[in-house]
C-alpha cells in the first residue's frame, strides 16, 4: 500500500510562506486522492485541501481556498502544499493521508474516509 511522509515544516514568521512535502515510497498513488489535515494542540483534526492524483480535482477548506493550493509532481509520487502568508492561528502539525478515489472531486473531508497517514511535520508561526 501508499507509505505516505510528510515533511517541510519548521519555524517561520508570520506573513512568510512555506511548502510542505507529502512523498510516497509504496504503491503507486495514481488511484488515490490524496488530502492534507492539520491538527493543532486541544483541536480537532482539521481538513484542509485534497486532490485526486491523475485527473487533479481539487478541493478547499474555505478558510484556507485562495491562500494553500494542494499540487502534485509529474511523476505522481509527491504532493504539495504551498501556503501563503502564515499567520500564527496555521500552527499545527500537518498530516497527508489517502483515499481510493480516481473520479470527481475529492469532497470527503472527514479523517475516517482516509487512511495511510504519515507521522506529520510541525509547523510553527511566530509574530
Known amino acids: 500500500q501508499v507509505q505516505l511522509e510528510e515533511s517541510g515544516g519548521g519555524l517561520v514568521q508570520a506573513g512568510d510562506s512555506l511548502t510542505l512535502s507529502c512523498a510516497n515510497s509504496?504503491?503507486?498513488?495514481?488511484?488515490?486522492?490524496v488530502a492534507w489535515f492539520r491538527q493543532a494542540p486541544g483541536k480537532d483534526r482539521e481538513f484542509l485541501a485534497a486532490?485526486?492524483?491523475?485527473?487533479?480535482?481539487?478541493n478547499y477548506e474555505e478558510s484556507v481556498k485562495g491562500r494553500f493550493t494542494i499540487s502534485r509532481d509529474n511523476a505522481e509520487r509527491t504532493v504539495y502544499l504551498q501556503m501563503n502568508n502564515l499567520s500564527p492561528d496555521d500552527a499545527a502539525v500537518y498530516y497527508c493521508?489517502?483515499?481510493?478515489?480516481?473520479?470527481?472531486?475529492?469532497?470527503?473531508?472527514?479523517?475516517?474516509?482516509?487512511?495511510?497517514w504519515g507521522q506529520g511535520t510541525q509547523v510553527t508561526v511566530s509574530s
Open positions: 486532490i485526486t492524483m491523475i485527473y487533479k480535482m481539487t
Open positions: 509504496g504503491t503507486s498513488l495514481s488511484r488515490y486522492a
Open positions: 493521508a489517502a483515499r481510493f478515489q480516481i473520479y470527481g472531486s475529492p469532497d470527503q473531508t472527514s479523517q475516517n474516509d482516509y487512511d495511510g
